[in-house]
């Protein structure tokens, strides 16, 4: 991804390795300041990926593959190491997907960089494919951040827009700003500021208001788990937005790799919910909403059903809920 630094254009990767440790951009920082996580074990791994210093289902994956690589390098207990990165977040297929790919290649360091250079490439294609899609002066409603900070580069529901932009298509993005974390507001807004594509921040309940009034005309989000019939996890909130668009005649598309596929699911009721924090949704900016003894709830996830996704953009191609039986294929032939 491009990142102004200092009034410089930069190419930066949202998650490396380098002399045996693994380096992240401290998603928790951004947009303030551009700081570099450095894990330097597999608990360092557990944290970044719990405490979101990293987040997203594909880069989330990546950082797991470089992790139990660097643990193998550090000859720390593999048995350990698998269980305790295992145990960071639930919800994303992808962190699980890289772990089972790292044990069948016996945690190399070559196996690692070949997960997170193929995630990577297959970004680029969901990109190219999504930019079917879109037509030029397209308003396109996108929720949390499905960036290239949650892969390594590209993004999933963001690699579409990217291509359309550099395209020449003139689009505009409605950002969610998806409370609690603001992924939409932080990571998103400031990931279409430096490709310079059109947007504008929306408060999370104000989608429906643009939706029925014709601004909005296309949405595209990611996904952190899809079961075998469609139904996908993504950001709590994905669901409401799925419904809207659904009565409104708007277009909804899920962007993801095949690693974020999880067919031994064969519905979304399946697919475990991470409940997180309750201080998340409590603290803004260190004060207080609400009255001191006040709990709040944190569910991270929801689940969309399947009947309310118009198609799935993956690396294979785009496929309507109803055609991905043949995709499993695809992905087994692979
Ligand atoms: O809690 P997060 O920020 O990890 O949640 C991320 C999302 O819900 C993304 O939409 C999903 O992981 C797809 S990222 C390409």
Not at 10 to 38: C, G, H, M
Not at 118 to 147: F, M, P, V, W
Not at 167 to 176: A, E, L, M, R, W
Request: charged letters at 25%.
């Amino acid at each position: 991804m491009k990142v102004n630094i200092n009034g410089e254009s930069k190419a930066i990767l949202a998650v490396w390795f380098e002399e045996n440790q693994v380096k992240l951009i401290d998603q928790r920082k951004i947009p303030e300041t551009i700081e570099i996580y450095s894990a330097k074990n597999s608990d360092d791994i557990y944290y970044a990926i719990k405490n979101m210093v990293v987040r997203g289902a594909p880069a989330i994956g990546v950082t797991a593959a470089y992790g139990l690589a660097m643990a193998s390098k550090n000859m720390e207990d593999m048995e350990k190491a698998v269980k305790t990165i295992s145990s960071s977040r639930p919800t994303a297929y992808d962190l699980f997907k890289a772990i089972d790919f790292m044990k069948a290649n016996n945690f190399s360091e070559s196996a690692a960089r070949r997960y997170a250079l193929e995630i990577t490439e297959r970004s680029r294609k969901i990109g190219e494919y999504g930019n079917t899609l879109i037509q030029a002066n397209d308003h396109i409603l996108t929720h949390c951040n499905a960036g290239a900070l949650a892969v390594v580069d590209w993004g999933t529901a963001l690699a579409p827009m990217r291509i359309a932009h550099d395209s020449g298509k003139k689009i505009f993005v409605y950002v969610d700003e998806t409370r609690p974390r603001l992924q939409g507001a932080k990571l998103t807004a400031w990931e279409l500021q430096q490709e310079g594509i059109d947007y504008s921040i929306i408060a999370d309940n104000a989608a429906g208001y643009f939706m029925k009034n014709g601004d909005i005309n296309l949405a595209i989000v990611g996904a952190d788990r899809i079961a075998a019939n469609g139904d996908f996890a993504n950001k709590i909130g994905t669901y409401e937005k799925a419904v809207l668009a659904k009565v409104n005649n708007i277009p909804f598309y899920v962007a993801a790799p095949g690693s974020t596929f999880d067919f031994s699911l064969k519905t979304g009721e399946g697919i475990p919910i991470e409940e997180r924090d309750e201080n998340e949704v409590l603290m803004v900016n260190n004060s207080r909403l609400g009255p001191a003894e006040g709990h709040a709830k944190n569910p991270a996830f929801d689940v969309t059903p399947h009947e309310y996704v118009t198609a799935f953009i993956t690396e294979y191609g785009i496929f309507r809920p109803e055609e991905l039986r043949k995709l499993h294929s695809l992905i087994h032939e692979d």
